[in-house]
């Protein structure tokens, strides 16, 4: 006899596999706001049906484009579909072309949505293709190059300084709703991202920790224009295994070295700090000599990741 589509066959490592959830964020689910209610075997193993893993991929793309899950957790299927809806149709990817087209055709879009000052598409697209690429390859093959072709064509007269900043805010804006809800387990290592005194451009930041949190660390993203006392504070009370400190501009700001002076004394090299931007290559002998670490790329962030973990920390 066949199983209905409300039969309860599938255990948990099924439904995380299908579904992109970790178990801790499921659980916090289940718990908090009964999205779904899973059978039981008889040694009391929880058991999804086809029905619990649909409404979990739809509650998953509804928080990833912004909604709280508290909110879609008591809507139905449909009205949580209606509110997918509302996501711009030339937005949606095929699902068959190349990762690398798609990130390049993303871009593209992007820019056209920034053309036209269109926020509410350039969200879509962008939140569409951090479901689809998740954290690492999200920061690497979308953000980066679009914050440098963004940056290029305001530099060249292309775009208006506004456009720019609507292209900013949205990527900060997504990149923090991308953070909150990708969850580590509990036993992961924590990574604390934040930019020190007088540095407001917040995405180098949110980009170590969207890498740390791809690596399957706790990134825990303090904000920007932070002192670098209260950067090492934070550090300390959370029991960081990292630091990644992003500096931009300016590069040659006098706050820089004492904030960098104050997280070498306060942490050392028990914390390692890293430092990425323009203002770490502005004053790499100064990060040398109080022995915190440049960071050119991501690539090399991911590296440093790895060796302070001595490899990539455990997922879910």
């Known amino acids: 006899m066949a199983l209905s589509h409300d039969s309860p066959v599938y255990p948990v490592r099924i439904v995380l596999r299908r579904t992109g959830l970790t178990a801790e964020l499921l659980r916090a689910w289940e718990r908090r706001y009964e999205v779904v209610a899973p059978?039981?075997?008889?040694?009391?193993?929880?058991?999804?049906?086809?029905?619990?893993?649909?409404?979990?991929?739809?509650?998953?793309?509804?928080?990833?484009?912004?909604?709280?899950?508290?909110?879609?957790?008591?809507?139905?299927?449909?009205?949580?579909?209606?509110?997918?809806?509302?996501?711009?149709h030339q937005s949606e990817p095929t699902g068959t072309e190349p990762q690398s087209d798609y990130s390049a055709s993303i871009r593209r879009r992007c820019l056209e949505a920034v053309g036209w000052m269109d926020g509410g598409a350039l969200d879509g697209l962008l939140r569409q293709a951090a479901v689809r690429l998740g954290p690492v390859q999200f920061a690497e093959q979308v953000v980066?190059?679009?914050?440098?072709?963004?940056?290029?064509?305001?530099?060249?007269?292309?775009?208006?300084?506004?456009?720019?900043?609507?292209?900013t805010a949205t990527i900060r804006q997504v990149m923090s709703n991308l953070l909150a809800f990708t969850v580590a387990p509990a036993s992961a290592p924590i990574f604390v991202a934040a930019t020190t005194s007088?540095?407001?451009?917040?995405?180098?930041?949110?980009?170590?920790?969207?890498?740390?949190?791809?690596?399957?660390?706790?990134?825990?993203?303090?904000?920007?224009?932070?002192?670098?006392?209260?950067?090492?504070?934070?550090?300390?009370?959370?029991?960081?295994?990292?630091?990644?400190?992003?500096?931009?501009?300016p590069a040659d700001s006098v706050a820089i070295e004492p904030d960098l002076r104050a997280l070498s004394q306060a942490l050392g090299t028990r914390i390692p700090v890293f430092v990425g931007g323009e203002g770490a290559r502005h004053h790499r002998a100064l990060l040398d000599q109080l022995q915190l670490r440049t960071i050119e790329t991501l690539t090399d962030l991911r590296t440093e990741l790895g060796r302070v973990s001595g490899g990539r920390p455990e997922t879910a």
């Open 39 to 88: 059978g039981r075997t008889q040694g009391g193993q929880r058991l999804y049906s086809e029905s619990d893993v649909d409404r979990l991929l739809l509650l998953k793309r509804a928080t990833l484009y912004g909604h709280s899950i508290g909110r879609v957790a008591q809507l139905s299927n449909d009205e949580i579909a209606g509110l997918l809806e509302t996501v711009p």
């Open 144 to 167: 980066v190059p679009f914050v440098r072709e963004i940056g290029e064509m305001w530099h060249d007269g292309k775009i208006r300084i506004v456009q720019e900043h609507l292209a």
């Open 198 to 249: 007088g540095q407001h451009h917040e995405i180098g930041a949110l980009l170590a920790a969207a890498i740390a949190a791809g690596e399957g660390w706790r990134a825990v993203y303090l904000g920007a224009d932070l002192p670098g006392e209260e950067i090492a504070a934070a550090a300390e009370r959370l029991r960081a295994r990292a630091v990644g400190v992003s500096i931009v501009f």
